[in-house]
């Protein structure tokens, strides 16, 4: 089993910076792949990027490339998700994700497990 919770989420201002934090226990966690996705008020859940086991890679999707960035310290078992720049498009409850493998994808089924999620709410 994998546990997964995720903090740090709350109500900042368009153009602030917030970032999440997503602390992971259980076997074979330090190896897997993490992602992070979310979802806003009336829409399914979208990948918002990934970071492979080693910490070595990360990837996003093109709404959040620039602005956004995954970070882990495996030491901690913790994965991050920095936010800056953000925008009132980026409210929605953010879930952190365990996946099957080491490298993983932008697919919600290559992920076994998943935290409970956090609000972020950017206001104008």
């Known amino acids: 089993q994998v546990q997964l919770v995720e903090s740090g989420g709350g109500l900042v201002q368009a153009g602030g910076s917030l970032r999440l934090s997503c602390g992971f226990s259980?076997?074979?966690?330090?190896?897997?792949?993490m992602g992070w996705f979310r979802q806003a008020p009336g829409k399914e859940r979208e990948f918002v990027g990934r970071?492979?086991?080693?910490?070595?890679?990360?990837y996003y999707t093109d709404s959040v490339q620039g602005r956004f960035t995954i970070s882990r310290d495996n030491a901690k078992n913790t994965v991050y998700l920095q936010m800056d720049s953000l925008k009132v498009e980026d409210t929605a409850v953010y879930f952190c994700?365990?996946?099957?493998?080491?490298?993983?994808?932008?697919?919600?089924?290559?992920?076994?497990?998943w935290g409970q999620g956090t609000q972020v709410t950017v206001s104008s």
């Open positions: 259980g076997r074979t966690s330090s190896r897997r792949a």
């Open positions: 970071i492979t086991g080693s910490g070595g890679n990360a």
């Open positions: 994700a365990a996946g099957r493998g080491s490298f993983g994808d932008e697919r919600e089924g290559e992920y076994d497990y």
